[in-house]
Antibody, heavy 122, light 108 residues
Framework: EVRLVDSGGGFVQPGGSLRLFCATSGFPFNFYSMTWVRQTPGRGLEWVSSISGRGDTTFYAESVKGRFSVSRDNSRGSFEMQMIDLRVDDTAKYFC????????????????WGQGVQVTVS | DIQMTQSPSSLSASIGDRVTITCRASQPIGTYLNWYRQQSGKAPEHLIHGASSLQVGVAPRFRGTGSGTDFTLTITSLQREDFATYYCQHSYGEPPFPFGQGTTVDIK
């Protein structure tokens, strides 16, 4: 069974930092790209960042570019997002998600999701 | 970047109703269009990829159609668990892969 467990959210002041983690199991992790998606009541779902299966290609939304950084540990089946210089409008529930297509550089629909972690910047 | 626009933003329906949601891309995306359902308080779940291919385990009452810039999600007979919010998302080319703003289906 595919399983993704998010952790690391919390409360932080503007300008602060947080690191989010996603632990996975149940699939060959290194074959799948991974993605972070966030959600606020007012803005719905927002794609934030994706990382390739090998971890050598990353993509970021313009709103977080230069402040968020994703990485993965294929030996542990985990990936994380370091967030710095956090802003009030980064407040959201953050989900990690798994690509539905296998292949190191395959980015597609998201067919497995974590439960989400709340990040509050205030 | 490609933008995704859904309509309507909300609708009211009854169990057994046929419901249609539309999604428009700001430029052609072939059939690289995905649909998700998000029940209240839960993570999104993947329903359809490739505009019309049902994810394994998804009920056949969900149907996706379209190509290019215009897409639809139809629920042929609404069930209780379908009162939720639906999102489209493109996966054409490389990320970013934005979502539509969502369509909430509530009980009439």
């Amino acid at each position: 069974e595919v399983r993704l467990v998010d952790s690391g959210g919390g409360f932080v002041q503007p300008g602060g930092s947080l690191r989010l983690f996603c632990a996975t199991s149940g699939f060959p992790f290194n074959f799948y790209s991974m993605t972070w998606v966030r959600q606020t009541p007012g803005r719905g779902l927002e794609w934030v960042s994706s990382i390739s299966g090998r971890g050598d290609t990353t993509f970021y939304a313009e709103s977080v570019k230069g402040r968020f950084s994703v990485s993965r540990d294929n030996s542990r089946g985990s990936f994380e997002m370091q967030m710095i210089d956090l802003r009030v409008d980064d407040t959201a529930k953050y989900f990690c998600a798994k690509s539905s297509c296998s292949g190191a550089d395959c980015f597609s629909a998201l067919d497995g999701w974590g439960q989400g972690v709340q990040v509050t910047v205030s | 970047d490609i933008q995704m626009t859904q309509s309507p933003s909300s609708l009211s329906a009854s169990i057994g109703d046929r419901v249609t949601i539309t999604c428009r891309a700001s430029q052609p995306i072939g059939t690289y269009l995905n649909w998700y359902r998000q029940q209240s308080g839960k993570a999104p779940e993947h329903l359809i990829h490739g505009a019309s291919s049902l994810q394994v385990g998804v009920a056949p009452r969900f149907r996706g159609t379209g190509s290019g810039t215009d897409f639809t999600l139809t629920i042929t007979s609404l069930q209780r668990e379908d009162f939720a919010t639906y999102y489209c998302q493109h996966s054409y080319g490389e990320p970013p892969f934005p979502f539509g703003q969502g369509t909430t289906v509530d009980i009439k």
